[in-house]
């Protein structure tokens, strides 16, 4: 199967923008406006979430992310472990903890071909399809992924209720409009921005993807969409070999530590929030820049990819910008670090939110 074909993202209308590691100048096309930006989104537009009482973090997740794919690189067993290792030490507790429903075949559709979702829905993926997606599909896949779909849209709503919300899962950023890819069967950050732009709940959002991998599913889908900024700050000689541009991609040589990376990472945060003045930022907190990820090649360690998580955290705080938390990939060779590296994501937001 020739993959380069599968989604066009029109490439002719927009010069790729990379960088090893300093890149210049910023996408007008996508900036706001130049007055104040509207704070309605900070300080909450009346969701009223069922179920949530707002005494500390808002965290989302359901059992049913921890899906059965076999022996495989990909540990779905991680989510239940950080839920459970939050909740023993005290950093959240169960009245944190919100379930979410499964996102409609609707507000898929607004991300995903009709053609695609049919062959999900009836299980008629080609033999190909399955090869580039890298999991063996289910039922128990599908049913687990619009399941986590829907907790990316509950943790989008979350935050703008609350400033900040974690999702113990999502951040499947490599599936395209027409099909799955790289362990992503649907684009659950990508869905979630979209149902909140269509009930004109935002006008604008940011995706800030700190996985190891390029976004490239995430900036397919939104390579013509001026309400959506995306950047993606990744090792550049890593999967995918094709990456389609986002609006900032900082390519990055293998072996960058901390201090290289969270320089970068820094003035292109503080940039993200000046510049283009989204009412919501996505955040996916990728663990696998870790240096001894099994998927990974930059070499940060795990006090580095908490700094990592403090500084974006911080700045989009300072800015007034809500931030909606995923967890996106995470391989290393001891899964305990990955679990550990999620965990401390969230204790960073926990911190954030009881202002210490």
């Not at 989604?7 to 910023?26: E, L, N, W």
């Not at 700190?210 to 550049?236: I, K, L, R, W």
């Not at 003045?277 to 090649?297: K, N």
């Amino acid at each position: 199967m020739d993959t380069t074909n599968l989604c066009d993202v029109a490439d002719s209308r927009r010069t790729r923008r990379t960088a090893t590691p300093h890149p210049s100048g910023s996408d007008a096309r996508k900036s706001g406006s130049t007055g104040d930006r509207d704070t309605g989104a900070r300080q909450g537009r009346g969701i009223g979430i069922p179920g949530y009482r707002d005494t500390g973090i808002p965290v989302v997740h359901h059992p049913a992310y921890e899906f059965d794919i076999g022996p495989h690189v990909f540990p779905t067993r991680k989510y239940r472990l950080i839920r459970t290792r939050l909740l023993q030490e005290d950093t959240i507790h169960e009245s944190d903890i919100v379930m979410p429903e499964s996102a409609s075949d609707e507000q898929v559709a607004l991300v995903h071909t009709a053609d695609y979702v049919r062959k999900i829905k009836e299980g008629d993926l080609s033999v190909p399809e399955q090869m580039i997606l890298e999991v063996p599909f289910s039922p128990g896949l599908r049913d687990g992924m619009w399941l986590c779909t829907g907790g990316s849209i509950l943790t989008a709503r979350l935050a703008l209720e609350s400033g900040i919300c974690a999702h113990l899962g999502g951040g499947f950023h490599h599936a395209f409009p027409d099909h799955g890819e790289g362990f992503c069967l649907i684009n659950d950050v990508a869905i979630a921005i979209r149902t909140l732009l269509s009930e004109g709940v935002i006008e604008r959002a940011a995706v800030v993807d700190c996985d190891v991998h390029h976004g490239n599913g995430t900036a397919a889908v939104f390579s013509d969409d001026p309400a959506v900024y995306t950047f993606s700050m990744h090792q550049e000689r890593n999967y995918p070999a094709w990456k389609p541009p986002s609006d900032l991609d900082i390519g990055l040589d293998d072996g960058v530590g901390d201090e290289e990376y969270i320089s970068i990472l820094q003035r292109h945060a503080a940039e993200i929030a000046s510049n283009h003045r989204p009412e919501l930022v996505f955040y996916l907190a990728g663990a696998d820049p870790y240096c001894h990820d099994q998927l990974g090649g930059l070499d940060l360690t795990i006090d580095g990819l908490k700094r990592r998580d403090r500084v974006v955290m911080e700045t989009f705080q300072s800015a007034d910008v809500p931030l909606a938390v995923t967890l996106a990939g995470g391989y290393a060779i001891r899964p305990d670090d990955t679990v550990e590296i999620h965990c401390n994501t969230i204790r960073e937001a926990a911190r954030l939110v009881h202002g210490e």
